[in-house]
């Protein structure tokens, strides 16, 4: 049972701007451990999105863009593309279990 | 370019052991935290467990699912991560990742390997 809490879905036509959120706890996102996205397209394994909150690895797009505030973050596609389609997770540390926590997943559709 | 190749994967029965490989390159593996994180079958992503490097005093955490019953371990002379999973339960089936940590994110993934438990 996950403790980072994701939309099963979300969706936009192609150029769109679609937004993920993660809501998390006092005891991980909101005790100011950083938060991580990962892209998984069915059939490979994760790729990391987002380090840090906000940090995109070298040749992720910046179409790309993380945030956080409090005890959630978001995770921003702008000009959606059909390439997008994929599970999309956060990931942060959750000290009540002395380790890292992934979020409920999200997937999103292209229309 | 970072590499990293999981093995030992396959079928096990209820209450049987199998271990896990994870053979790293194109770093320096001796540096480097590392974890495990499987997914099983239609599900989403769970951390399995974390080791630091020896630098970092080399100590491991585990999530609650498999504390007591799975061994991480590492052999930097041969950069090599291992997964030692005991008394294997029928949710334990999954894919099972190796990852670089960095700053808490898991950096690099390798291609997983799949575990069966069934009788």
């Known amino acids: 049972q996950s403790v980072l809490t994701q939309p099963p879905s979300v969706s936009g036509a192609p150029g769109q701007r679609v937004t993920i959120s993660c809501t998390g706890t006092?005891?991980?996102?909101?005790?100011?451990?950083?938060v991580h996205w990962y892209q998984q397209v069915p059939g490979t394994p994760p790729k990391l999105l987002i380090y840090?909150?906000?940090n995109r690895p070298s040749g992720v797009p910046d179409r790309f863009s993380g945030s956080k505030s409090g005890t959630s973050a978001s995770l921003a596609i702008s000009g959606l593309q059909a390439e997008d389609e994929a599970d999309y997770y956060c990931?942060?540390?959750?000290?009540?279990?002395?380790?890292?926590?992934f979020g409920t997943g999200t997937k999103v559709t292209v229309l | 370019e970072v590499h990293l190749a999981e093995s030992g994967g396959g079928l096990v029965k209820p209450g049987g052991s199998l271990r896990l490989s994870c053979a790293a390159s194109?770093?320096?593996?001796?540096?480097?935290?590392m974890s495990w994180v499987r997914q099983a079958p239609g599900k989403g992503l769970e951390w399995v467990g974390r080791?630091?490097?020896?630098?970092?005093?080399?100590?491991?955490d585990y999530a609650a699912p498999v504390k007591g019953r799975f061994t991480i371990s590492r052999d930097d002379s041969k950069n090599t991560l291992y997964l030692q999973m005991n008394s294997l339960k029928a949710e334990d089936t999954a894919v099972y990742y190796c990852?670089?940590?960095?700053?808490?994110?898991?950096?690099?993934w390798g291609q997983g390997t799949l575990v069966t438990v069934s009788s």
């Open positions: 990852t670089t940590v960095n700053r808490g994110a898991a950096e690099y």
């Open positions: 194109g770093f320096i593996c001796s540096n480097a935290w």
């Open positions: 080791i630091k490097s020896k630098s970092d005093g080399g100590t491991t």
């Open positions: 006092i005891s991980n996102i909101g005790a100011g451990y950083d």
């Open positions: 840090g909150n906000s």
């Open positions: 990931q942060s540390y959750y000290s009540g279990l002395s380790g890292y926590v």
